[in-house]
């Protein structure tokens, strides 16, 4: 019996023949953006050391990133100047070479969107990775001050959704002959 492409992947990663990162990628294939919180969390705070990159590491274009994000290249780009984005490693003719830790990044920073969070406090959540290990109390206590703005808001939104559901209920109960 062959073993199987995720059994040969599960193989190989325990070898340590491989980058952390490609080793992530290659037990999570479907999509970098749908891997679970806690493991993209830890793939993107890794931080972003271009000078460690691996000859034969996949990079992509920024179109292709673009195709697979669906950030626009603008977007990738202002990511970048502001310092979101760590210096993205460009080629001799200057094209921008994105690389599978640049994805993940992109996929936790989308989920930092997601809650809300400044753009401001994501740049000043990049700068603290960038800086080192030192300021993983910092980081900590920025992502614990976005944790308790999104339980609040899923409490408003909790409230908000009941209201509807009574309402709902209401007219359900008028249109089947109730009041």
């Not at 980058?19 to 793939?43: K, N």
């Not at 603008?74 to 690389?99: K, N």
């Amino acid at each position: 019996m062959l073993p199987s492409a995720r059994t040969t992947a599960a193989a190989a990663v325990g070898t340590g023949q491989f980058s952390m990162t490609r080793r992530l990628s290659m037990l999570s294939r479907p999509s970098r953006l749908s891997m679970p919180p806690s493991l993209l969390a830890w793939s993107a705070l890794q931080g972003f050391s271009v000078g460690a990159m691996s000859l034969t590491e996949t990079r992509y274009t920024i179109s292709e990133v673009e195709a697979r994000t669906g950030l626009s290249q603008h977007t990738l780009r202002w990511y970048e100047r502001i310092g979101l984005m760590p210096q993205v490693d460009r080629s001799h003719s200057g094209q921008r070479r994105f690389t599978d830790r640049d994805l993940d990044w992109l996929a936790f920073v989308g989920k930092l969107r997601a809650t809300g969070m400044s753009v401001a406090d994501m740049v000043r959540y990049a700068e603290l990775v960038r800086a080192g290990e030192h300021t993983s109390g910092a980081r900590r206590e920025l992502l614990e001050r976005t944790r308790d703005e999104v339980r609040a808001r899923i409490a408003e939104l909790s409230d908000a959704l009941a209201v509807l559901d009574l309402k709902i209920g209401t007219y359900a109960g008028r249109n089947c002959g109730g009041q």
